[in-house]
T-cell receptor
Framework: DAGVIQSPRHEVTEMGQEVTLRCKPI?????LFWYRQTMMRGLELLIY????????DSGMPEDRFSAKMPNASFSTLKIQPSEPRDSAVYFC???????????FGSGTQLSVL | QKEVEQNSGPLSVPEGAIASLNCTYS??????FFWYRQYSGKSPELIMS????GDKEDGRFTAQLNKASQYVSLLIRDSQPSDSATYLC????????????FGTGTRLLVSP
C-alpha cells in the first residue's frame, strides 16, 4: 500500500490567495484527520471525518478554513483567503475502524508570504 | 495549562545510554496514551501505546504510565544515533470520539 498520500508537498503562496491541500487516505481506512503542526503549538487536530462525514471540526481555526471529503478516497482542506499565520505543516492521517494507530501522510509545508 | 506537556529539549545522551522522555497531561479522564516518533522533516509514526498503569515493553522501548500522577514516560535502552528524533506524547480521553491531543515533543539527540 502506498500509505496516506498528500499533495502538494510544498506550497508557497501570497497572502489573500486560496490554498487547497489534498489527501488520499489508505484504502479501507474509514477515519480521516487533518492536523496542523507548528513549533509553538505542536500538532493540532483541525477536523475529523468518519465514513466521509465530518464528526468534529472544533479545531478549525476560523471560517477561512474548510474541509470536504466527497468520497472514501479523497479529502481537501481549503484556506481562503490565506494569511501568513497559516504557515505550517499540514498533515493528513487515516486509521481503520476503531484501531488507535494513525497513519500520517508526508505533510504539506505551507508558506504564506 | 497545556493539555499535554513535554520538555522541548534537546535531551542529549551518549550512544548506549538510557534515554528517558517524560510527559504530563491535564485530563484525568484520559484513557489512552501514545508515543510517536518524528524524524526531522518527516511525519509522526506510532512506536508505543499504553492503556493501564505500569510498564509496557517493546524491544528497546518501555512506556510507563501513572494515572494518579498523570504522568507518562518513554524509556529507550541502548540508545542509538538512529533514535535521534522528536518524540511526541499523545493522549486520548474516554469513551466515544475523543480527539488525540499531542504534546509539542521532546527532541532527542544521541551522540556516537
Amino acid at each position: 500500500d502506498a500509505g496516506v498520500i498528500q499533495s502538494p508537498r510544498h506550497e508557497v503562496t501570497e497572502m489573500g490567495q486560496e490554498v487547497t491541500l489534498r489527501c488520499k487516505p489508505i484504502s479501507g481506512h474509514n477515519s480521516l484527520f487533518w492536523y496542523r503542526q507548528t513549533m509553538m503549538r505542536g500538532l493540532e487536530l483541525l477536523i475529523y471525518f468518519n465514513n466521509n462525514v465530518p464528526i468534529d471540526d472544533s479545531g478549525m481555526p476560523e471560517d477561512r478554513f474548510s474541509a470536504k471529503m466527497p468520497n472514501a478516497s479523497f479529502s481537501t482542506l481549503k484556506i481562503q483567503p490565506s494569511e501568513p499565520r497559516d504557515s505550517a505543516v499540514y498533515f493528513c492521517a487515516s486509521r481503520a475502524g476503531t484501531n488507535e494507530k494513525l497513519f500520517f501522510g508526508s505533510g504539506t509545508q505551507l508558506s504564506v508570504l | 495549562q497545556k493539555e499535554v506537556e513535554q520538555n522541548s529539549g534537546p535531551l542529549s545522551v551518549p550512544e548506549g545510554a538510557i534515554a528517558s522522555l517524560n510527559c504530563t497531561y491535564s485530563d484525568r479522564g484520559s484513557q489512552s496514551f501514545f508515543w510517536y516518533r518524528q524524524y526531522s522533516g518527516k511525519s509522526p509514526e506510532l512506536i508505543m501505546s499504553i492503556y493501564s498503569n505500569g510498564d509496557k515493553e517493546d524491544g528497546r522501548f518501555t512506556a510507563q504510565l501513572n494515572k494518579a500522577s498523570q504522568y507518562v514516560s518513554l524509556l529507550i535502552r541502548d540508545s542509538q544515533p538512529s533514535d535521534s528524533a522528536t518524540y511526541l506524547c499523545a493522549v486520548k480521553g474516554g469513551t466515544g470520539f475523543q480527539k488525540l491531543v499531542f504534546g509539542t515533543g521532546t527532541r532527542l539527540l544521541v551522540s556516537p
